[in-house]
């Protein structure tokens, strides 16, 4: 028997459709699925081309929300040819009953617990209409990711994705991460990830963990482990967790940490507060910069625009706070309610939600009804603080302060600087929905009702 995993096109970074690493939850699925399929093949539609008669017994699809139309359209697509489809991910955690209305399987949060039960009812043609599983799986079970599935198309930065921990118990609220994998902070065994590492080797990793500094202990432990594999690395973390130890950051350094992305999210402290986000402290942000370029670590500072209280001159004070700390790069996007966040149910309650399409859910597209920026004036005030900070002046300018990682530097920031200039408006490599010689199907834009609260699931 045959498996295909699927990762839909649709995905969208800094304005452009694409993806910068692999998706690392399809090879977690490929190590659960081994014992029960003979061939399994990972297609990720940024990566390749989707052959829509590609043979298979199962089809398993993830999703973020702005992939979920090109899903449904390859879910009804393969349907229609009596194969099974099941799906999973962000948006079809939160969106069960759309999902439902494409597949004849949807999986609630983490797979790993319900995948014995969802085979055996897939081996006896019994597959229920949902799975979900209230407890969280301990991360010492996890099987080894099969990443040799992965294709290697050289568009990936040669970076190799892994990951430590999940969870989170800071609970922002416009993120799904603490919804989806609980408020528990839960790590792998060091000896695993150095495993891993060793099994699937490469000069650079990307550690997709949401805050790899969230305890410090395991921190200590995993920093001290990477040392003797002379790898180059980069996670995410909060400023104010990196910058809590500053031995753990020199750790960190010396194991090879070469960018962190960090999300300060907002200039403003009282932005930050709504957001319940108020553990980062605006005040210290300059000083906590200058600590993590001392050990020669670049800052990618994510940046949300268009909170509740943000103005048109938002843009400009944001640019000037960057600018003087020199960040490396920028990763911006305006306010999105996905569907499951605190920002998205009380958009739907006070009926601002103006655009249901779920494609334009990208980060780069004002969807719901802003109190004071007009939706055109928002998204083009995005993309010219996008060009302002990759023009060639600004590049130059931030160039001696990230000296230390010059090639790393150059090169996403030239890759920026593309993305701004030469492709802003979102030209798109795959199509989005469907190829043009095939109907797109009709599909209700029916928002479901969002499943257990979270406490529920943790």
Known sequence: MKLLLIAPAGLEVQGVKGKHVHHLNLAVVAALAEPYFDEIQIVEEEFERLDPNESADLVGITMMTCQAPRGYWIADHFRSRGVRVICGGSHASFMVEECLEHFDSVVVNEVEMVWKDLMADFSADRLQPVYQSHQLIDLADLPIPRKDLFRNTGTTLNAMVAQTGRGCPL???????????????????????????????????????????????????????????????????????????????????????????????????????????????????????????????????????????????????????????????????????????????????????????????TGGNLVWAHPTIAKEEMEEAYLQFRRRFYSWRSI???FWANRRQPLYYLGMNFTHWWRAYRNPRNDMKYPSVAPRSVAIPSMRRRLGSVQAAEASRS
């Open 171 to 361: 609970g922002c609220n416009f993120c799904t991460v603490t919804l989806m994998y609980g408020r528990k902070f839960r790590t792998r065994p060091v000896e695993h990830v150095v495993e891993e590492i060793r099994r699937y080797p490469s000069k650079l990793f990307f550690f997709v963990d949401d805050n790899i500094f969230l305890s410090h202990k395991y921190a200590y432990e995993l920093f001290e482990a990477l040392i003797p594999l002379k790898i180059k690395w980069g996670s995410q973390a909060s400023l104010e967790l990196i910058c809590k130890d500053e031995k753990l950051l020199q750790l960190a350094a010396r194991s090879g940490c070469m960018s962190l992305f960090v999300g300060f999210e907002s200039i403003d402290q009282q932005t930050l507060n709504r957001a319940h986000k108020s553990f980062n402290k605006v005040d210290r942000f300059d000083a906590h910069i200058a600590m993590l370029r001392k050990y020669g670590i670049n800052v990618v500072g994510a940046f949300i625009f268009g909170f509740e209280s943000d103005t048109p001159e938002t843009f400009q004070k944001t640019f000037d706070f960057a600018m003087r700390n020199r960040l490396a790069m920028v990763n911006t996007g305006i306010l999105t309610p996905f569907p499951g966040t605190d920002v998205f149910l009380n958009a739907e309650r006070e009926g601002r939600l103006v655009d249901r399409d779920w494609e334009h859910y």
């Open 396 to 398: 130059a300018r931030r």
